[in-house]
Nanobody, 115 residues
């Protein structure tokens, strides 16, 4: 069974940066899509960024140019580098791993952008 654990969240001032990590344990398929999602209070969950096993990336318009998703396949670890953070980026951030016939979510990490 695959398990995901996120870390790296916290409180940061507007304009600051954070790097989130998502570590997977268990047997990982060679073909997958890893995504970062976020959910703010009272709002629907939003897809932030995705990366495939081939390195293809995709970003929500709201984070393009500010966030970067990356992977270290040797470590079964994925990252979300978040720069120029805004108060509207405040949310619980989850990673999700999709592979053929299955998917799993992490428990989430809180990101708060506030002065």
């Amino acid at each position: 069974q695959v398990r995901l654990v996120e870390s790296g969240g916290g409180l940061v001032q507007p304009g600051g940066s954070l790097r989130l990590s998502c570590v997977a344990s268990g047997s990982i398929s060679a073909i997958y899509v890893m995504g970062w999602y976020r959910q703010a209070p009272g709002k629907q969950r939003e897809r932030v960024a995705t990366i495939t096993n081939t390195g293809s990336t995709n970003y929500a318009d709201s984070v393009k140019g500010r966030f970067t998703i990356s992977s270290d396949n040797a470590k079964n670890t994925w990252y979300l580098q978040m720069n120029s953070l805004k108060p509207e980026d405040t949310a619980v951030y989850h990673c999700k791993l999709d592979w053929v016939g299955a998917a799993t979510w992490g428990q989430g990490t809180q990101v708060t952008v506030s002065s």
